[in-house]
């Protein structure tokens, strides 16, 4: 981030946010192109000790697209973190074109450091095609966005969670209270729920709010998992293991999405997690469904393997 971007978009906070900030992601997310099926992408100034999954998932995404003809979308992705990745170096992704179909394109990136894999993604691509159409309404009595505090006006008050001292390009309004607040209500078996848009505009590019979309679905996912148990908030250990996204229908991320995280099992130190994403007139456009790793920490002991 520029200091230019950072002195002129600033929250009451105190940290950076707004249209600024989200151009920064948009950058990120614009990968350098060495070869016809190799890019290479950066991580933020600003960043968590390892590279953020949401961020190399979108990465690893806009990789597998750019060799893909633009009329053809993503309708779905799978993928696996195999190492911490390094923020303070640059990440490789190489592209296999796998089949090029009629109807399907079939791509696989692996993101690489220090010569060795920390990712790996295969993604489909499908011209748009007529057929049945159902989906899942929509949850019932949600605040509208305006109605419920955003993660900067949590983080003025000391209630921002591990989000609170980094750039924020993404306007996240969290409906229930999430395991680290303090207003925190206990185990609970009901979804968690948060309404989340792009801080600003985007460009019409429905790849981009894809990826975008892919990057904002970590953000809250595995803390599902948690929220169902009375457990140690700190020395917990939590990272993602694999990530899968089905996209059913166009939307713009810079608009409403209402995301709603459930964890329907845990066991063996991994925790599974699904989420929702609507739009603000209850269209179902987009699933996930993630595993991770959660340890608790034993008495007298920290969570490190």
Do not use: K
């Not at 791509?107 to 295969?122: H, K, M, N, T, Y």
């Amino acid at each position: 981030m520029s200091a230019e971007s950072a002195t002129a978009q600033t929250a009451a906070d105190g940290e950076p946010r707004g249209q600024a900030v989200l151009d920064d992601l948009v950058a990120l997310l614009d990968l350098e192109r060495l070869e016809d099926n190799l890019f290479r992408g950066v991580s933020p100034p600003v960043s968590l000790p390892r590279v953020f999954g949401g961020q190399v998932a979108g990465q690893a995404l806009v990789a597998a697209g750019r060799t893909v003809a633009a009329e053809r979308g993503v309708h779905s992705l799978h993928a696996y973190f195999i190492r911490p990745g390094d923020p303070s170096i640059p990440i490789v992704y190489e592209t296999e074109r796998v089949r090029d179909g009629r109807s399907f394109t079939t791509r696989r990136v692996l993101a690489i450091q220090r010569g060795e894999p920390i990712f790996s993604l295969s993604a489909s691509f499908q011209l748009p095609q007529n057929g049945l159409e159902h989906s899942q309404p929509m949850p019932s009595d949600v605040p509208a966005p305006d109605a419920v505090d955003d993660l900067g006006t949590r983080a003025a008050r000391g209630d921002g969670g591990w989000m609170a001292g980094l750039p924020r390009p993404l306007d996240i309004r969290l409906i229930d209270e999430p395991s680290w607040s303090q207003d925190h209500p206990g185990p609970s078996d009901d979804p968690m729920r948060l309404w989340l848009r792009a801080d600003g505009e985007l460009p019409d590019d429905p790849l981009l709010h894809v990826c975008l979309l892919t990057y904002a679905s970590d953000l809250t996912l595995l803390g599902s998992v948690v929220a169902r148990h009375d457990v140690p908030r700190t020395g917990l250990q939590m990272a993602s293991l694999d990530h899968a996204m089905w996209f059913h229908a166009p939307f713009r991320a810079d608009e409403w999405l209402l995301y709603s995280c459930f964890s329907p099992a845990a066991s063996g130190g991994r925790g599974l997690a699904s989420g929702r994403f609507f739009t603000a007139d209850g269209r179902l456009v987009a699933t996930t469904m993630q595993e991770g790793l959660v340890r608790v920490p034993r008495a007298g002991r920290d969570a490190r393997p």
